[in-house]
């Protein structure tokens, strides 16, 4: 198992305990070694943005069911402090940056409970289905096409009142067929 799938698994681990700061940590990390393998040069920061962006579409289906349906393209801007950010930034800046460097979260993100994305009070509200759709873009990526957990786990989603058992081990690689199984943008 490389690096990228041991980090994934724990931040499974990390979830089930309901150990939130680890679980964002441990997916940030597999999030850079998939952005390296994506676009190995150029500059740390614009490669994550950038693979973070390609997935956003996915990323809010996922965190927040039934906000957007259709297959409209979705942005979303986050009020955080006194400056503005896209997604990619929001997530760079308050969740990957200081976890990655040794730091806890920023004083910005809120963990929370339930089905909501954007800011509250002036903090990136972060909620078990972020999480979950870290995840799932973890595993689908092409540059994860090899990948493998060893313990084989399930993650279970509710998207628009269907409930959905993902097998992770079965989307390897396979972000096309998991958004087809999930029905994102029908």
């Not at 039934?66 to 997530?91: E, H, N």
């Not at 994860?144 to 060893?150: E, F, I, R, S």
């Not at 399930?154 to 199984?181: A, M, P, Q």
């Amino acid at each position: 198992m490389n690096a990228v799938n041991r980090n994934i698994e724990r931040s499974i681990a990390a979830y089930q305990r309901n150990d939130w700061e680890d679980a964002f940590k441990q997916i940030a990390h597999a999030i850079d070694g998939l952005a390296k393998l994506r676009k190995p040069k150029g500059g740390v920061g614009e490669r994550i943005r950038k693979f973070v962006d390609s997935y956003e579409n996915f990323f809010i289906r996922i965190a927040v069911p039934g906000l957007f349906g259709g297959s409209g393209t979705v942005k979303i801007q986050y009020g955080i402090g006194d400056k503005t950010y896209d997604f990619s930034q929001a997530f760079y800046s308050y969740i990957r940056n200081p976890t990655s460097h040794g730091d806890e979260f920023h004083e910005f993100v809120e963990f929370r409970t339930g089905n909501q994305i954007g800011t509250a009070g002036n903090k990136l509200t972060v909620t078990p289905g972020h999480l979950i759709a870290f995840i799932l873009i973890c595993v689908s990526c092409p540059e994860n096409q090899n990948g493998n957990l060893p313990s084989d786990p399930s993650i279970k989603i509710e998207i628009l009142k269907n409930s959905f058992t993902v097998r992770l081990n079965e989307y390897f690689g396979k972000h096309d067929e998991l958004v087809k199984f999930l029905k994102l943008y029908e």
